[in-house]
């Protein structure tokens, strides 16, 4: 404590200040007391922060969130005035000493008991913040407070609003961060987005300390740049952690948050047993005297400046009240902490590792084999997709059935599109890798099925079953992609590589798909999923990292049945629509009720998932408007393949594996861009510069081959159009993939990538409506003769509204995506480039 000095008030609110408590980033600390004579503690902002309207927005919200924290381990939010001219929070006083006090000044580490049950308290502690929908983001010794029942956790959720200060965020606009370098997750050293699986490594740093007396990684005055990178890089060093907890708090220090046990898991391994005290009798004793004089004193009233203190300077941070002077005695040896923001340290700024420290390790090559499993299971799926619908008419003519009504294509894609939400919440419940290997067995089993099947009824039944197994192999890939590569540079190589296959798979899969079918049968072609789903699987269960099932996971059913009721409406609407006509009262009454039920799902995850700031799949402008531009995407791409693909095969009368070969140049355009270029980028370019010029290049390149002339069936003219659009299709779906799924958190991923697949495949069920009732258009008003040129026109029509609507998705994306490159953030200015495998 310190004493009150002229220019401090005498009052805030209804609380009667007594002496300082601290001061910190965010403005000072009182110690004050209510007319019925409770003491708390009353923090002041700073009056140039109170000018800030962000920061009064999110300082309101913060407090009100944790005024929601309950639990007999933390220190209560007792009452606030954010509307203030000064706004102020005034929390529950606790009449002990911090932990760090403690340990490292009064009676040194603590006994094996006492950590345990401190791990108990704090885990249980950290589980009302998180209900309440915060993250403590400065858990440290002294954030904790000891008394003789118990600590207390203070100063949660608050430094969350001193983001505002510099924009968005102070680590993603000026490359700096919020937190104290002895205790801070790798996440928070290279300035990633915080999940309640910081708090987590936070608290095993915590339980070194108070086990050991040490920080986690060595002392401080070692040097910031080699402290931050032991934090970010290896592995902690446990010597004096009582064994009965070594397990626990490893646990707690993963490097992958994913990987770390939510903080009931924490309780539960914790669960307290022993009688008695939960402290020394020592420890207890004064701990004891230090409350009672605490509680029993009173502040002395003095109109006379005692002769001995200098002239007090007035603090021009906290506006002067006139009043009397009244002198602190010797105040007991309590020090809270100062606010949370203890120290401004650079984001990924540590650089190389200082003389004597070795180079970063380079990742493990094993997570580079594992991309390679997600790639093999993009191209099963593909192949899947694009090469049944290469073999379609000879299923027709085998099995005997016609187009009209239900046929294995819609059931595939209405399984597909319907299920992609329950495979993404399946995905975060059971975990990504474990639900891929439940996805890559299932598909295989549907594959055998399908090929095997003897009647239309039989085919259509395992088609939707393929489908369903692919709904789940789809969210759990993009899912182990963007929680398995956060490192800026890696995660550019990863999403360019999985954008490559998005961009340019189809191509490869029509060519696989008709050479099969022209090699054997359609049988064939379902048949050879099977080896690669079985290669797949076995590189799923020994490349692929994995976490316990359900950890830090919600469930969302209803959000679930919303969302994919209205997406399987849509599609089914439209597939109406496309074979009966837009105004039939069946396909307006599918699609007004597909909208009606999209929109009640996302009002749902906006409302139930927490502040978009805070992981919500669809919040902020940035998701957004990524998952906007890609239902776009879907639309417009969609033209692309099929438009080639009638006017070689229906029109010119090449097979389905020629069709294949001559699509190749786009695919090798599309690998080339994604895997060269735009990998190559996205570390350092503004994703929707990267997206917008794919965009407005695949657009150009579809108008390219709008207009070629259709007296020649392939020749050079083709190959411009082709390489510009997959050139720009494979620049811009590994950025706008990437962004739709940047700052979510690890549990919640599943649903967010099943989010941006249902937007893909969303536009693609729009963009195959319009493209067939095209075809029907000109095929009713056309002669027999003419069909295949009417068919060529037809698809002609389709490249110009697909160009159209990838222009549209490149004005949304620059109109919404606000993101600045991870480098230009300073999340990767200084530190090297990790080794390539």
């Not at 540079?489 to 029509?510: C, K, W």
């Not at 190959?719 to 706008?736: K, Q, T």
């Amino acid at each position: 404590m310190d004493q009150l000095i002229a220019a401090d008030p005498t009052r805030i609110g209804p609380y009667r200040l007594i002496a300082r408590l601290g001061e910190g980033g965010m403005g000072l600390v009182y110690l004050g007391r209510s007319e019925g004579g409770r003491t708390v503690a009353v923090k002041v902002v700073q009056a140039e922060h109170a000018g800030h309207p962000e920061f009064r927005r999110r300082f309101a919200r913060e407090v009100a969130a944790a005024r929601r924290v309950g639990g007999d381990w933390t220190a209560s939010v007792l009452d606030a005035d954010p509307e203030a001219a000064v706004p102020w929070v005034a929390t529950q006083y606790i009449p002990g000493p911090d932990l760090r006090t403690v340990v490292a000044e009064d009676f040194g580490p603590l006994p094996e008991h006492s950590v345990h049950t401190l791990a108990n308290r704090l885990a249980v502690a950290l589980e009302a913040v998180h209900d309440a929908g915060l993250i403590h983001r400065d858990l440290k010794p002294s954030n904790v407070l000891i008394t003789v029942d118990g600590p207390r956790v203070i100063d949660f959720g608050i430094a969350r609003a001193m983001d505002s200060l510099a924009g968005d965020s102070l680590h993603t606009r000026t490359g700096m961060l919020i937190g104290s370098p002895g205790f801070m997750s790798p996440e928070q050293v290279r300035g990633l987005d915080l999940t309640p699986a910081s708090d987590v490594f936070c608290l095993g740093a915590v339980l070194v300390y108070a086990s050991t007396g040490r920080l986690l990684f060595g002392a401080a005055d070692s040097g910031l740049n080699a402290h931050l990178f032991r934090v970010a890089e290896e592995e902690p060093d446990l010597t004096g952690v009582p064994q009965s907890l070594t397990g626990l708090v490893r646990a707690c220090l993963e490097k992958v948050p994913a990987d770390r046990p939510t903080p009931r898991e924490v309780a539960a391994r914790t669960a307290v047993d022993r009688d008695g005290e939960w402290l020394p009798d020592r420890v207890l004793a004064q701990l004891g005297r230090r409350a009672a004089k605490l509680l029993d004193w009173a502040p002395e009233t003095s109109d006379a400046q005692p002769a001995a203190e200098p002239a007090a300077q007035p603090d021009p941070r906290i506006p002067s009240v006139p009043r009397q002077h009244r002198p602190v005695p010797v105040p007991p040896p309590y020090a809270p902490t100062t606010p949370a923001v203890e120290q401004l340290v650079p984001a990924q700024g540590f650089g190389p590792p200082p003389a004597g420290l070795p180079e970063p390790a380079a990742p493990h090559s094993r997570r580079w084999w594992g991309l390679g499993v997600i790639a093999l299971t993009q191209l099963l799926v593909l192949l899947d997709v694009m090469g049944f619908s290469t073999v379609l008419p000879a299923v027709q003519s085998d099995l005997g059935f016609s187009g009209d009504g239900l046929n294995p294509v819609t059931a595939y894609v209405l399984a597909f599109g319907g299920l992609l939400l329950l495979g993404g919440q399946i995905s975060d419940l059971v975990g990504a890798k474990r639900a891929l290997m439940i996805g890559l067995g299932g598909f295989a089993l549907a594959s055998v099925l399908c090929g095997s099947a003897g009647d239309p009824g039989l085919l259509i039944t395992t088609r939707a079953l393929q489908g369903a197994f692919a709904a789940l192999l789809t969210p759990s890939a993009l899912s182990l992609v963007s929680t398995g590569f956060t490192e800026p540079r890696e995660r550019a190589r990863a999403f360019g590589i999985y954008g490559a296959v998005a961009a340019g798979g189809g191509a490869l899969a029509l060519l696989a798909g008709g050479w099969l079918a022209e090699a054997a049968s359609w049988r064939v072609t379902q048949y050879a999923a099977v080896p690669l789903a079985a290669l797949a699987l076995a590189g799923a269960a020994t490349l692929l990292p994995g976490r316990p099932p359900g950890v830090g996971a919600r469930s969302d059913w209803l959000g679930v049945l919303l969302g994919s009721a209205g997406l399987a409406a849509l599609i089914y609407g439209t597939d109406e629509a496309a074979r009966l006509g837009w105004t039939t009262p069946l396909a307006l009454g599918l699609l007004a009720a597909g909208v009606l039920l999209l929109v009640a799902f996302l009002w749902r995850q906006t409302t139930a998932s927490g502040a978009p700031a805070d992981g919500s799949p669809v919040g902020g402008r940035d998701r957004l408007g990524s998952v906007l531009a890609m239902v776009l995407t879907g639309a417009g791409l969609l033209a692309l393949l099929p438009a080639l693909t009638a006017y070689m095969q229906y029109v010119f009368g090449y097979s389905p594996g020629m069709v294949g070969v001559m699509l190749l140049p786009l695919a090798a355009a599309a690998v080339i861009a994604a895997t060269q270029v735009s990998a190559r980028l996205q570390h350092r370019t503004a994703p929707r510069v990267l997206i917008v010029s794919g965009l407005v290049t695949a657009a150009v390149g579809l108008l390219v081959l709008a207009l070629v002339d259709s007296g020649s069936a392939y020749g050079p003219h083709l190959v411009p159009g082709m390489l510009l659009a997959g050139f720009g299709s494979g620049l811009a779906c590994g950025p706008l993939f990437a962004t739709a799924t940047a700052g979510i958190a690890p549990q919640r991923s599943g649903t967010a990538s099943a989010i941006v697949v249902t937007a893909q495949q969303l536009g693609e069920a729009i963009g195959a409506a319009l493209l067939l009732t095209l075809i029907g258009v000109r095929l009713t008003a056309s002669s027999e003769d003419s069909q295949a040129e009417e068919i060529m026109h037809g698809y002609t029509d389709t490249l110009w509204w697909g160009a159209g609507a990838l222009l549209l998705a490149a004005l949304v994306t620059g109109l919404l995506v606000t993101a600045r490159a991870p480098q230009a953030a300073g999340v990767d200015a200084q530190r090297p480039a990790p080794a390539r495998p």
